[in-house]
């Protein structure tokens, strides 16, 4: 099914809310499994959130969520945007069901007005926007560099001057590359970070390599249209919270929240 979805029909599943998924196998038929280790469910999510915040995400801005899955990381972007600012991309719905059923319920998605559609080819255009922020949380962990590329090649399509794409990969630990040209899950793959590179650069995007934590150790980029000048060390060092960043935003008449791609 490739078509947005408008209306998603919420997971009726008994007692889902209560069933976190603890004995759970990864990639295992359970909305927390499927994603990755159950147990680190929270950190996972919280960790993209928590970044995204640093790049200055503000209740006004737009996120597409690339492989928005359950919502682990996408349940606190839903939260926190005002309604109608989250758009999630996923090719599993029942996944998208359980993660709302579980996380908000009914009531909630109506208040809160997110976005889905489900496919596989990263066919972002299909939302017929641009968004402020992308987030890909483990998408290239398994992906062969001819879907990095298609997502690369997509994202640019969506993105504005202001955009800032977080992704995610594993990166190499022999100095090779995944050469198949299969999905790997719940195996993974890894690059070296020029390949990386290269494959964002081939796509007319810059590519910022840079270290966050993460529980699986996987590695950061910070992508952007060309000649941006992205401060990564500055966003990294907590600046949008600042003292000093709230003066520079009454110097410019920008204390109010808003959106590059209203």
């Given at each position: 099914?490739?078509?947005?979805?408008?209306?998603?029909?919420?997971?009726?599943?008994?007692?889902?809310?209560s069933?976190?998924?603890?004995?759970?196998?990864?990639?295992?038929?359970?909305?927390?499994?499927?994603?990755g280790?159950?147990?680190?469910?929270?950190?996972v999510?919280?960790?993209?959130?928590?970044?995204?915040?640093?790049?200055?995400?503000?209740?006004?801005?737009?996120?597409?969520?690339?492989?928005?899955?359950?919502?682990?990381?996408?349940?606190?972007?839903i939260?926190?945007?005002r309604?109608?600012?989250?758009?999630?991309?996923?090719?599993?719905?029942?996944?998208?069901?359980?993660?709302?059923?579980?996380?908000?319920?009914?009531?909630?998605?109506?208040?809160?007005?997110?976005?889905?559609?489900?496919?596989e080819?990263?066919?972002?255009?299909?939302?017929?926007?641009k968004?402020?922020?992308?987030?890909?949380?483990?998408?290239?962990?398994?992906?062969?560099q001819?879907q990095?590329?298609?997502?690369?090649?997509?994202?640019?399509?969506?993105?504005?001057?202001?955009?800032?794409?977080?992704?995610?990969?594993?990166?190499?630990?022999?100095?090779?590359?995944?050469?198949?040209?299969?999905?790997?899950?719940?195996?993974?793959?890894?690059?070296?970070?020029?390949?990386?590179?290269?494959?964002?650069?081939?796509?007319?995007?810059?590519?910022?390599?840079f270290?966050?934590?993460?529980p699986?150790?996987?590695?950061?980029?910070?992508?952007?249209?060309?000649?941006?000048?992205?401060?990564?060390?500055?966003?990294?060092?907590?600046?949008v919270?600042?003292?000093?960043?709230?003066?520079?935003?009454?110097?410019?008449?920008?204390?109010?929240?808003?959106?590059a791609t209203?």
């Amino acid at each position: 099914m490739e078509e947005q979805v408008d209306n998603i029909d919420l997971s009726r599943k008994e007692g889902l809310h209560s069933q976190f998924g603890e004995v759970e196998d990864i990639g295992g038929d359970h909305y927390r499994s499927f994603v990755g280790p159950p147990n680190y469910y929270d950190l996972v999510g919280v960790t993209q959130f928590n970044l995204l915040t640093l790049f200055g995400m503000r209740e006004t801005s737009s996120l597409l969520d690339i492989g928005c899955g359950s919502l682990r990381g996408g349940r606190f972007a839903i939260l926190y945007l005002r309604p109608g600012r989250y758009f999630g991309i996923d090719r599993e719905e029942w996944l998208i069901q359980d993660g709302l059923q579980s996380h908000f319920g009914e009531e909630q998605v109506n208040r809160r007005q997110p976005t889905f559609i489900i496919d596989e080819d990263f066919t972002f255009t299909k939302f017929d926007r641009k968004f402020d922020f992308l987030m890909a949380n483990s998408i290239f962990t398994h992906a062969p560099q001819w879907q990095v590329s298609k997502c690369m090649t997509e994202a640019q399509k969506v993105m504005v001057p202001e955009t800032v794409f977080l992704a995610t990969f594993f990166e190499s630990l022999d100095g090779t590359d995944y050469e198949g040209e299969e999905w790997l899950y719940p195996d993974i793959v890894r690059y070296r970070k020029e390949t990386i590179s290269n494959i964002v650069n081939d796509a007319g995007l810059d590519c910022h390599h840079f270290e966050w934590p993460h529980p699986f150790n996987q590695k950061w980029i910070a992508v952007t249209l060309p000649g941006i000048g992205l401060d990564v060390e500055k966003a990294l060092s907590g600046h949008v919270y600042s003292y000093e960043a709230a003066l520079e935003r009454r110097r410019t008449e920008t204390t109010w929240p808003g959106s590059a791609t209203n």
